[in-house]
């Protein structure tokens, strides 16, 4: 079992960066691939962006390839998704997800998720 905390959303002006980070509970985390994902109102969660379990690999969305950087740190449990010239369209509540396998960027992979935290690009 698994548990996840988000945190670093908020208000940023278009072109702005932010950084959020999800921490995880247990002794386990660097057996864990971990996902960003993100839903937008009235749209369907999409994949943002996942990294394996030692960083070693990372695959992104073609909507934030360039601009948005997952990482992590497993010495302190922590995954980061640095997110860089930020637009209007990345406004959504932002989830990261983990798995123990590095499955496909569907949702369905991920048994375990975080709460969300709000990301909102202002023009």
């Known amino acids: 079992q698994v548990q996840l905390v988000e945190s670093g959303g908020g208000l940023v002006q278009a072109g702005g960066s932010l950084r959020l980070s999800c921490t995880a509970s247990?002794?386990?985390?660097?057996?864990?691939?971990m996902g960003w994902f993100r839903q937008a109102p009235g749209k369907e969660r999409e994949f943002v962006a996942k990294?394996?379990?030692?960083?070693?690999?990372?695959y992104y969305a073609e909507s934030v390839k360039g601009r948005f950087t997952i990482s992590r740190d497993n010495t302190k449990n922590t995954v980061y998704l640095q997110m860089n010239g930020l637009k209007l369209e990345d406004t959504a509540a932002y989830s990261c997800?983990?798995?123990?396998?590095?499955?496909?960027?569907?949702?369905?992979?991920?048994?375990?998720w975080g709460q969300g935290t709000q990301v909102t690009v202002s023009s």
């Open positions: 247990g002794r386990t985390f660097s057996t864990y691939t």
């Open positions: 997800a983990a798995s123990s396998v590095w499955v496909t960027s569907d949702p369905a992979g991920y048994p375990y």
């Open positions: 990294i394996s379990g030692f960083g070693s690999s990372t």
